[in-house]
């Protein structure tokens, strides 16, 4: 999602969901392993698998993984409607 004309923080949200706790954490190690060999870049997690919310800070794009019931609790996506949806996948 792009939010760069809305947002001063950052430029793109991404927003994912794992069904398990195994499958969060899975997402966190390759999504910053990702970020530091491709872009090398240091990127900073919060959050735990197991409270259903990772957040990824990698400066001008944000990472969010929820667990389902997450997700469908904060609504990112409404909260941010005024952003562009780049790609949706389901």
């Known amino acids: 999602m792009e939010i760069k004309d809305i ?3 950052t430029d793109y ?3 994912a969901c794992g069904t398990s706790d195994r499958m969060l954490e899975s997402l966190r ?3 910053e392993e990702t970020i530091k060999k491709t872009h090398h ?3 900073r ?3 735990y698998a197991s409270d ?6 990698a400066g001008e794009v944000v990472i969010h993984l929820f667990s389902p019931d ?4 904060y609504r ?10 780049l790609l949706q996948l389901q």
Do not use: H
Not at 70 to 73: D, E, G, L, P
């Open 45 to 47: 997690a919060e959050g």
């Open 7 to 9: 947002s001063v923080f």
């Open 52 to 57: 259903g919310w990772i957040l990824i800070d």
């Open 76 to 85: 990112l996506e409404e909260l941010w409607v005024q952003g562009k949806t």
């Open 70 to 73: 997450q997700r469908k609790y």
């Open 41 to 43: 870049k240091a990127s």
């Open 13 to 15: 949200f991404v927003i």
């Open 29 to 31: 190690r390759a999504t």
